[in-house]
């Protein structure tokens, strides 16, 4: 069962022919940036039943069948794509994706793709520099996303600790001092590492939620006062609903002070330390024990790439203690085989896709893509201020905004749903010390000033409507789920 070359060629210029018409059309804001039709209306259009059942799709069919689905897509490309931290891939990051889709090289063992368990390596020991730490000791490994990296961070914070946990199971009093605020995945982690949710003890924060750094001593005073072993202390650069970011200089040399394992969850804010202009809020993340930093946020691969990165990588080593014989033999190898420091098996050729936007674009390239997107956030922030009956709650450090029209925190999901149902701008909302706000992250390159303009505009329009009753609330079934405002991405 195989497939000419020939059908390779003419299925990559045909999907390619599609895609370049599909971008080209994002681009210009033409289409809908997001569309929700009922699940069971997609999978009628698509065929998709029949086509499971009874197959059918060849090159003739599959330009039509792609623009179907493309008509199914959240259009990140477009201007009005102003949703989730989902990055808009570069054209190199893009090419990765293809590369792999047809090498299919796992990198975690150093034998099942030389090419890409060195790519790997060559860009961990990029991160671990940008973040400061020191070139030999420092190290990590690429995970399937943030969720992965911050489980795996924790998971090497756990075997410090309590090195028999692996073995014996996880003793009762470990605990892991987090803001509100932190991504979810942190308690999720903790969950699944054995802690329970419950070993997860919130830090004093401010309004904005940032931890406040002078009641950190005490908490964690408290913590241990109450017989809790604090394994990690987590820090958010940026957090997921606002892009604020913890005072890392400052938490960093309290935790060393008080020998508590720092975890910087910078999925979102770190690639900031490429530029010059917005990297000051990262001041002090080469302090942190371990870090994670997601690609397919800033630096605009695809999902996923993300990296668990540790200023000393040895601590790595502990953190997944298991046998495997055919996997983890001790004869002396060529290459480094990750396995042991991954929950992941079969694992991606992940690196190739920021490899190659930094290949091609340099880093200054990339560079380039954050400085633009956060100045311009920071432009929209003043245009939004300037209108009357819009405000926004704090000045933002990233390319995450939060605003409100009006103070109800009602009107606000029904002006998102409004304008999801419209389709022309992809918004969403956060909670900020209990208020509702509609938030936006700027990712496209393709939106402008003049976007949210728009955007604006017809803020005040969709909420002219519901005041006069023209838009009733939607039925249960028909409600546009809001995505837990943490759930971020
Ligand atoms: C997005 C995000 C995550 C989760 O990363 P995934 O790659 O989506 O698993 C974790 N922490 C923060 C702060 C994030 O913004």
Redesign the pocket.
Known sequence: MTWSVDELREAGRLTLDVLAEYVEASRRGQEPAVALPPMDEVEQTLQLRSLIQRGGLDLHRLPAFLRSYLDGTTRLHHPGYLAH?VAVPDLPAAVADLIHGVTNNPTAIYEMGAAGASVERAVVTWMAEKLGFDARRGGGVLTH????A?LTALLAARARMAPRAWTEGVPGDLAVLAPPTA?Y?IARAVSIMGLGARAVLPLPVDRLGRIRVAAVAAAVAAARARGHRVLALVA?AG??ATGLHDDLLALGGTCTELGVWLHV?G??GASALLTRSYRDPLRGIEQAASV?W?A??MLRTSG?C?AALFRDASVLDAAFHQEASYLFDTQARAGVDTLRHTVECTKAALGLKLFLNLAWRGEQGLADYVERQYRLTRDIWALIRSRPGFECPFEPESNILCFRYGRSGDRQLALREALLREGRFHITSAQIDGERFLRLTVMSPATSVQTVEELLDEIVRVDDRISAGGVKPASLEQRVPEPREVA??
């Open positions: 931290q996303g943030g969720s992965l911050n991504h995945s958010n957090a997921t969850d999925a979102h994670t997601d397919h946020k996923l993300a971020g991405s």
